[in-house]
């Protein structure tokens, strides 16, 4: 029995763990249930960490974990605090509907909170790929 080279395993199963995301983005983007507002809110905060941290894993398998999940978190937080900028340019960007679509809604506190317990899923996740 032949056995995967350990970079292509790791590749393989961030793919595997990209996939997953992109599901569970489909289908929390139309969940009707019980804290439904709230999963609407948090679950798109909470994953794309997940999503970024496993896609530059998937290209970047040489990176560490903790250093890949802090910076995806990171960059996330500081996207999110450039929402409380009130520069012209900044505001005729989110003017348009490219510019809404990557930087998103108006700033929300609570989006922080997803985007930390979405850089601690993706480091454990990342972390259980690179074992």
Known sequence: ???FNPLLKRRLWSAAALILVVLAGYYLR??????QVWV????GSLLIVCFWSFLLYLFLP???SKSLAVTVCA???AV????LIQ????TYVRGAFIGRSIIGPPFAWFDLA???IGGVIAYAGLRWIGR
């Open 1 to 3: 029995m032949t056995r």
């Open 87 to 90: 520069q012209p340019l900044v």
């Open 75 to 77: 960059f996330a937080c």
């Open 62 to 64: 040489s990176l560490r």
């Open 30 to 35: 139309y969940y009707h249930g019980p804290l």
């Open 80 to 83: 999110e605090l450039s929402l």
């Open 114 to 116: 997803a985007y930390l």
């Open 40 to 43: 609407h809110r948090l679950s």
